[in-house]
């Protein structure tokens, strides 16, 4: 055992969290009751001090904890329930954030890394920004404490111990300091690439939104109720873009991993990040109106404070366990519930009292709107925004509505919506056709000077354009024999018209040598991520009806039974305009390129090793020999499924992926997908033969041949090629003395011919035999007894039921849409970002428009 580790990393966690109490208090005195910049030197230094001391104990809490997931040190509780010994070192990093401590730190140091970089570019708002911070660090620390104060856990350490955790084992009674030799390993919905990078960008998005959220406080704070906006708003700018990315990089993990054969399910868990981030929006939108036309400095307030707020709310769901089985992948409640109220109450009195107080001081705006106003059509597309989220919190929040009833001892009966996907969608679709509308139409007012006839003449075309589109797309629906609902007709219209709006926003731009607008390139990409939602959810084909006739199994559901299609092993079958051939199991080989067929490998008693059983060959390189020893990654099977377009002759293979795992419920399967700039085509296993189960092989059938014999397999034939001495691929572990020969048996199935090689050993005049199977015809083959005076050779032969798959297809058409229109958000994000780093923003209101509120005096503010 190694404890040193652990002790190091646990100190470290009480070094952060001592050193953000003293940051905190320290970045407080250096600004208490002084103006904004007019620091106290001397508590400066020392709260900057705990702050670099703070962010080299976090660095360090981070690198013990990767160290005993990396060197396997499974007496820690941490390595042993999220790692194994087999685990490439990408999905070790997985396991990292795979637990909620893991989770939290990743947090933690997320905010050391913005810490810093506040310190370094934003001095004149160090002190209050940094408080706050520093606040917000001591409460996250804490909650990886895992100390015990007058019989009060507080916190969870990711350095426990594995016998600590499990006291009841008798093991550790009997041996306290067993480790085990391997871990439970990583959830294996997780070992996936996007796993990798889909929570850190994530947990940075969580992160970026208290940058906003504590100038805003130290704006509140110091009765700096307008300049907090301008640094604010890069940092603001930055959260979104990285929120929304790692929003849409979850979706892409579960459309990849996943087999409810889309991205978004209206999990609750999903919901708690797509709430804050639509807030966020809304507030960007308000403080780009304060920046540029001195608009909704109070609504900014609100959504900047509301959106961290809803962070902490999002933790509280997603980690406390009041959604039970609400969602299927909440973490699991450490008994941190308490902790995370006391957070999430904290700093949503401290930030409503402090907005309460200064609410009457902050400056509005008694400038008139009307219709022709842009501010107007961005008031209402935040307020667009913020209703969303509000439908999708009240219903993601019933679990918690009666969980706290159930405290003061009333039951009740309110339960969440039988069809939550329905339930969302029928409200969320009108949201996106009021967004998609209101983002064309306050682009296009944006950049012009406003009246009736211009409005008129700019909206014009793209409003054209956008109902001939729309007509057309309705007759291509009705020529294809689909239909098309008023709802999704207004959202095509409206995603069509955000389009043509900002791209023609972009063109209008360009030719007047004026820059290019970040806004309406993200507007843009919004516009077309609607039509991808749209087009892929509501135009999503089952290609792999069953029209066989028959029922596959009394025991499988309805769905399984009509929406999937059978297929056997090596014969060809029609699906639509596919002929789809299963064409084995498949096995992913480490350092070889794609995947190796089950049949080329031999098991042996380490299930992640086995020998070869033939040359592994890949893109024309030999990776293995003959009896080499392989190490391969067992737990998924990939089935290779060959597709043929029967009206092009266009051919390509999928892999979709197979794990029987008791703990998931039974089959877990991940889908593969071809793409096509139009469609994809989404594949997945929905049933295969039980691995677990030995298989029910027939009584034996003996054939006394001689070398050169054909002997009759049911619908194929097999020769008796020659017999030869047996090679160590068979896994005999051949010792001095020991005879073994093996045949060479050619089995002639439909489309190729399979090779057999049953083996005779003979041992301290012991025989043993080994048998082969060929698992693509069902076939069991042994070489049961020997007559070398006669050259005569007893086989025994043995069939099974074929091997099968059954297979779901969806074409998805015109999802690429979608992604490619998030790739357009992140890049009009970028720019704004880009745009705002050269030059401050401009105002482009009079400065008489703003009006102080009665009975306050206002500092004057720098505009600009």
Known sequence: MNLLIGNIGHLSVIVAFAAALVAAYGYYQATAGRPLGDNDAGWLRIARGAFLVHGAAVLTVVGCLFNIIHAHRYEYYYAWSHSSNHLPVEYMISCFWEGQEGSFLLWIFWHVVLGLCIMRFNRKWEAPVMAVFSGVQLFLVSMILGVVLGGVKVGSSPFILLRDFLTDLPVFKLNPDFVPKDGTGLNALLQNYWMVIHPPTLFLGFALTLVPFAFAIAGLWKRELTAWVKPALPWTLVGGG????????????????????????????????????????????????????????????????????????????????????????????????????IYLGAFTVLAVALLVWRWKEIPISEKELTMYNPELWVFVGATVLCLGAFQVLFTTSIPVYNALMGLIGIKTNVALPADQIAHYSKLQLWMGVSVALLSGVAQIMWWQRNDKNSVINALTAPTLLALLG??????????????????????????????????????????????LSGGAVAHL????????????????????????????????????????????????????DYELTYTGQFYEVPGVPGYVDKQYLFRTDDEYKALARAPIISQGKTYYKTGDTVAILPENTYYRINYRNQKSGDEFTLYPRGQVNEEMGGLLASPDIKKFWGHDIYSHISSVMDPRKEKPWSEAKEHVLAVGDTIYLNDYFAVFRAIEPAHETAGLNLQKGDLALQADVIVHGEKRQYHAHPVFVVRNRLVGRVPDEVDDLGVRISLNNIDPVAGKFTFGVSTTQKDYVILKAMEKPFINLLWSGTLLMALGFGLSLRQRSRKGAVVEVAPETLAEPRGRAVRPQPVG
């Open 525 to 576: 990409g919004i516009a077309l991520m609607l039509l991808g939602v749209l087009a892929s959810s509501g135009y999503s084909n089952i290609i792999s009806r069953n029209v066989s006739g028959l029922l596959y199994s009394r025991e499988f559901t309805e769905d399984l039974n009509r929406d999937n299609v059978l297929l056997w092993r090596n014969e060809a079958t029609r699906m639509q």
């Open 470 to 515: 729309t007509a057309l797309v309705v007759l291509l629906v009705r020529y294809n024999k689909l239909t098309i609902t008023p709802a999704y007709i207004a959202l095509v219209l409206a995603g069509l018209f955000g389009v043509l709006a900002n791209f023609g926003t972009i063109f209008t731009l360009l030719r007047r040598g004026v820059r």
């Open 242 to 341: 990285v929120l929304g990315v790692g929003v849409v990089m979850g979706a892409y993990w579960a459309y990849e991993t996943l087999n409810f054969g889309g991205y978004w399910n209206w999990d609750p868990v999903e919901n708690a990040v797509y709430i804050p981030w639509l807030v966020l929006v809304a507030s960007l939108h308000g403080m780009v109106l304060w920046q540029k036309r001195r608009l909704g400095l109070r609504t900014s307030f609100a959504l900047v404070v509301a959106t961290f707020i809803l962070i902490l709310y999002a933790t509280f769901l997603t980690r406390s366990g009041v959604l039970g089985n609400a969602s299927v992948h909440s973490f699991t409640d450490l008994g941190l519930s308490g902790q995370l109220l």
